[in-house]
């Protein structure tokens, strides 16, 4: 079997697993204190077409992931236009980037009283499953945590402080747009794949930009 089959078949066994907990409706309990924030609003240029409303097997892309993420984390919004059905913003000005969004989300969560940490991600995480956002959410101590994912980190597939949510509002104020701005300034914690159970894998965890990560993925697909 070549090397792309056998990421295909991975791939697929990986999808059947995400398909069977999404389905599930013996749902545990969510993480105490632990939200999530699902950003949706992005340009989607490499991919061509809005990820957020791409279909995978007929669902929009964001709406799988809000499915998973809302088994893990309460309260759950969006930031972007409301594509999943739950609470929904916009960052300000609309398009400014995840940073933006995650200062947007944050200050929100803040006001219906939540105090605790966030699960940040974003809505181009395909094959992305419970025990993913279950194992940020409950990463012990209180700092960020991102997962390392072939040497690098995954801010927006991360468990956010609310401290470090905090210090993004200063980073977005000082003209910076780049979620790894906020990230020199934080003391996260790196979950590389040693320290994962092992219900969770690499593409549990990989976002994908463009056509061809999603074809590596072995993900069908089209616009929505």
Known sequence: MTIHGQRQSVAMLVRARHDCAVASSASPQAT????????????????????????????????????????????????????????????????????????????????????????????????????AFRMLADWPGTSSVAPIIEGVCNPLCARWSTDDLAAAEHVLQEGFRSVHALIERCDMVFADKGSWPHEVTDAHMTDADTPYEMDCLGISWCAG
Do not use: F
Request: hydrophobic share 45%; glycine share 16%; aromatic share 2%.
């Open 32 to 131: 105490p204190g632990t939200a999530g924030m699902l950003l949706t609003g992005g340009g989607s240029r490499r991919m061509g077409v809005t990820k957020a409303t791409m279909k995978i097997e007929g669902v929009p892309a964001a709406t799988r992931v809000m499915r998973v993420l809302s088994r893990v984390a309460d309260p759950v919004i969006e930031v972007g236009p409301g594509i999943t059905g739950v609470q929904s913003i916009w960052e300000e000005p609309r398009g400014a980037g995840p940073l933006a969004a995650m200062v947007a989300g944050g200050r929100y969560l803040r006001k219906l009283g939540h105090s605790g940490s966030v699960l940040v991600v974003a809505c181009d995480l395909p094959l992305v499953n419970e025990a």
